[in-house]
Structures are given as C-alpha cells and as structure tokens.
T-cell receptor
Framework: DTGVSQNPRHKITKRGQNVTFRCDPI?????LYWYRQTLGQGPEFLTY????????KSRLLSDRFSAERPKGSFSTLEIQRTEQGDSAMYLC????????????FGQGTRLTVV | GQNIDQPTEMTATEGAIVQINCTYQ??????LFWYQQHAGEAPTFLSY????GLEEKGRFSSFLSRSKGYSYLLLKELQMKDSASYLC?????????????FGKGTKLSVKP
C-alpha cells in the first residue's frame, strides 16, 4: 500500500464552477478526515467519516461543501459555486479506529479559484 | 468550542534544545498528537500521548498533563532539517470518538 492518495494534486477553476476532489485512504483504515489548510495555518477540520458514515461536520462548512464515502473506501469532497475564499490546500487523512489511531495524510489538492 | 493554542513562531540554534508548548481547552479528550510539516508537504506523525507523563522517541520527546490541558514537544540536538511547522492535535472524541482537531502550528526556524 502506497499511503493516502489524493487527486488531482492541483486544480484551477473559475469562480462559480463546481469542483470535486478524490481521496483514496490506506486500505485497512476505517476513519477518513478532510481538512482545509491555508498558508501559515494549521489544518482546519472539515468533516470526518468512520466507514461510510459521516460522523462529524464542521459548523464552518457551508452548504456548498459536501463529502461522501459511499462504500467506506474512497471519499469525494465537492465544492459547489466556488468562491475565491475557497482557495486553499485540501488535505485528506486516514486512520484506524482503534489503538493510537494516528492519522496519515495525503499530499493534498491545491485549489485556486480565479 | 475547541481551542488549541501554540506559539506562532520560534527560532533556535543548531545543536540546541527547543520546547514547543501547546495548551488546549476541548469538549473531550482521547489523546494528543504532534505532527511535523515541512513547507509544501503533508504533515507527518511524530508522537502521541494519552496518559500524563513523558514519551521519548530518539531526539523527540512529548509531555502531557491532562489536568492542566498542557503538552510540550521537546526537540534535542537540533538539526537544520528540523526547520518546519510543528502541529499539536487533539482527538476531542465525539461521534465514535475520532474527531481530530489541529492547532495553528508553530513555525520553527533552526539557524547555524
């Protein structure tokens, strides 16, 4: 297993367009997280799944954001009607649900809204 | 709400010791993590504390006091490659006990 994989690595889109990102976690991990990170800041929690169930969602997440993990494996994060303020690095992480459960991160998708 | 505080920036000299502090006020606590993040890269796991006390791992040690809501990361024999951001993260529990919240990070600069 090569770790957490995110696609695409970079996305440039025009304001108002919809974008979708994909995350493939480490295969035996049942927890999956999405974070947003801007320059000089720590990762900001967006949402979290355990298997296919979305268990937590940040109150900061507007209705334009939606995430799915249909079969408890890969996950998608969609942003509708993108705004310039959505420009950021979107990080996905996965972990086991037992024991120390440290999160392993993917390389992220850098979104630029122009 | 969840509050995790760290200093924004620190500077230290190669070969020295540096301590990065983290204080937290969270709705729950299921463990505290430290991550290292080099510029433009993903965070990587450094250490984990769930019980009070010190965990040592080579040049890195991490301490936790749950009653004080306080942790620190100690880096010894600093090397230039240790220049990075250090992120404190708390598992605050919640649904199925897995919600992981990060602080804003401490940018460490190691100088010759």
């Amino acid at each position: 297993d090569t770790g957490v994989s995110q696609n695409p690595r970079h996305k440039i889109t025009k304001r108002g367009q919809n974008v979708t990102f994909r995350c493939d976690p480490i295969s035996e991990h049942n927890r999956l997280y999405w974070y947003r990170q801007t320059l000089g800041q720590g990762p900001e929690f967006l949402t979290y799944f355990q298997n296919e169930a979305q268990l937590e969602k940040s109150r900061l997440l507007s209705d334009r954001f939606s995430a799915e993990r249909p079969k408890g494996s890969f996950s998608t994060l969609e942003i509708q009607r993108t705004e310039q303020g959505d420009s950021a690095m979107y990080l996905c992480a996965s972990s086991l649900a037992t024991g120390r459960a440290e999160a392993f991160f993917g390389q992220g998708t850098r979104l630029t809204v122009v | 709400g969840q509050n995790i505080d760290q200093p924004t920036e620190m500077t230290a000299t190669e070969g020295a010791i540096v301590q990065i502090n983290c204080t937290y006020q969270t709705s729950g606590f299921n463990g505290l993590f430290w991550y290292q993040q080099h510029a433009g890269e993903a965070p990587t796991f450094l250490s984990y504390n769930v019980l009070d006390g010190l965990e040592e791992k080579g040049r890195f040690s991490s301490f936790l006091s749950r009653s004080k809501g306080y942790s620190y990361l100690l880096l010894k024999e600093l090397q230039m490659k240790d220049s990075a951001s250090y992120l404190c993260a708390v598992n605050v529990g919640g649904g199925s006990q897995g919600n992981l919240i990060f602080g804003k990070g401490t940018k460490l600069s190691v100088k010759p």
